[in-house]
């Protein structure tokens, strides 16, 4: 059976969902809820195996890790902590004959709640926890061990939770040099490694911090930095240390590999918004979903739907609104929720909490509603396998 051109992987409460079309990117099929109906919180492949996984879970299953190799036709779940469901069956013995439980000892046992985000490059897997810890795997998932130097950092005894709690949410690739990457965890911002997880650096300092000192500024009240409740990170294309943010308190762009950031949200409706997305080979083509507001409903202001496009690296922007809903609308769209495929003419693709899928295919001119009805959607990715 020949691979689709592009899927689309998308991570919802009751399950994974895979929507795949053909080369010109229309008549998109839905197959679907994966793993068991778990709460799946986002997921990633490997285009060169065709290897798919989804990460999730929660207070009753405990967190665990979903693997297809047969471009989701079939799963395996690598289970790594235990959950309500456990503490049920090893008291009750029919329910845990019921589900087919047994008593194996998990590897992280009580260690965290959920998967939150995961992450492919140079062979090795990564996930993202709530709590907060980075997990590597290098046979594909079977698998995995703490990134310890993270979960040790000096500054970790100081992290304080965002609304949906401490998540490590974003996992960022240098995809010429291994040994950097680039972390966001809500609420105590980007942290970055340039010796393959060995040691980490906290990156949330304003570009003009030390000329300036204190900054009377929600995103840096007392010390230079931007708020510690990073949304999502994207790298530029190419050769660069590009990187640009969405943040509780606005987006920003960095050309330090995260040193320093500078405020872009000038010309924007709101400084409140989830996801950011980077062209993939335009690295000044930005766009973004502002909402209008942390206590305001997080909706799209005025309720009425328009993703936001930079063409100069976000010194000025334009509301993209042709096919989107511009009466009545009060989805969100939420921070691993946009994404982008990488043919020549690039796709653009967001979901709802509503359980809407939306595409342009004219980098965010036009859009059309592809999917409709699904459950609340937390993240959507591209895949292209054998590109």
Not at 29 to 49: E, F, K, L, R, S
Request: charged share 20%; glycine share 14%.
């Amino acid at each position: 059976m020949p691979s689709p051109c592009v899927s689309l992987l998308v991570g919802t409460t009751k399950g994974a969902f895979i929507l795949s079309a053909g080369p010109d990117r229309n008549g998109w099929d839905v197959t679907g809820p994966h793993c068991d109906g778990w709460c799946i919180n986002h997921m990633a492949g490997d285009p060169d195996t065709g290897t798919i996984w989804a990460g999730g879970g929660g207070a009753f299953h405990g967190a665990g890790i979903w693997r297809s190799e047969d471009y989701g036709r079939s799963w395996t779940l690598a289970r790594l902590t235990r959950g309500q469901m456990d503490e049920w069956a090893a008291q009750d013995p029919g329910f845990a004959e019921m589900i087919g439980w047994t008593d194996t000892p998990l590897p992280f046992e009580d260690g965290f709640e959920q998967i939150w985000s995961l992450g492919f490059a140079h062979g090795t897997l990564y996930a993202g926890t709530k709590p907060a810890n980075l997990l590597s795997s290098g046979d594909h998932g079977r698998t995995w061990s703490r990134v310890d130097a993270l979960t040790d950092h000096p500054s970790a005894k100081d992290w304080n939770p965002g609304a949906a709690g401490l998540v490590l949410h974003t996992i960022v690739f240098d995809p010429d040099e291994p040994r950097k990457q680039w972390i966001g965890i809500s609420a105590d911002g980007v942290f970055a490694t340039e010796d393959g997880g060995a040691t980490w650096a906290r990156r949330n300092r304003l570009s003009n911090a030390e000329a300036c000192g204190a900054h009377d500024h929600p995103a840096g009240p007392s010390n230079g930095e931007t708020g510690h409740c990073v949304h999502n990170i994207m790298r530029a294309p190419g050769k660069t240390d590009l990187l640009y943010q969405q943040n509780h308190h606005g987006v920003w762009r960095s050309s330090d590999g995260g040193r320093s950031w500078d405020d872009i949200t000038l010309g924007l409706p709101s400084t409140f918004g989830f996801p950011i997305r980077v062209h993939p080979r335009d690295p000044r083509t930005i766009w973004t979903l502002p909402l209008n507001g942390d206590m305001a409903g997080r909706y799209p202001p005025d309720a009425a739907c328009a993703v936001w496009r930079s063409r100069d690296g976000g010194e000025t922007w334009e509301a993209l609104r042709e096919g989107l809903p511009q009466e009545n609308c009060f989805f969100t769209v939420l921070r691993q929720a946009m994404a982008g495929d990488t043919l020549d003419a690039p796709g653009l693709y967001f979901g709802t909490n509503s359980g809407s899928v939306f595409a342009s295919l004219d980098e965010g001119d036009s859009w059309r509603e592809i999917a409709r009805h699904m459950p609340t959607i937390l993240s959507v990715e591209a895949f292209e396998p054998g590109a």
